[in-house]
């Protein structure tokens, strides 16, 4: 079965951090490009972060030098440090690969 699993997310201070985690089970392994997306009320979902079996990242402008994509060594699972969280970051934050996605994790942030 495949599937990918988000935690982490929260209630957040403006200027805070959090560290967001998919854990990928099934086909989905950490050898796959991994991305992270969100999708806030009202807004199209956009992606933030990718990571390739290689270890090669790339991030949306928006995101650059606050957010950092990674992965576990030992584990399928990837993660995503989110600092020096604004307002605009609140969405919900989803994990895909090969096409599946996760359910999402919500990160909320209070001005």
């Known amino acids: 079965q495949v599937q990918l699993v988000e935690s982490g997310g929260g209630l957040v201070q403006a200027g805070g951090s959090l560290r967001l985690s998919c854990a990928a089970s099934?086909?989905?392994?950490?050898?796959?490009?991994m991305r992270w997306y969100r999708q806030a009320p009202g807004k199209q979902r956009e992606g933030v972060a990718s990571?390739?079996?290689?270890?090669?990242?790339g991030y949306a402008d928006s995101v650059k030098a606050r957010f950092t994509i990674s992965r576990a060594s030992t584990s399928n699972t990837v993660f995503l440090q989110v600092n020096s969280l604004k307002p605009e970051d609140a969405a919900v934050y989803y994990c895909?690969?090969?096409?599946?996605w996760g359910q999402g994790t919500q990160v909320t942030v209070s001005s």
């Open positions: 895909e690969a090969l096409g599946f």
């Open positions: 099934g086909l989905i392994t950490t050898s796959n490009t």
């Open positions: 990571m390739t079996a290689g270890g090669s990242t």
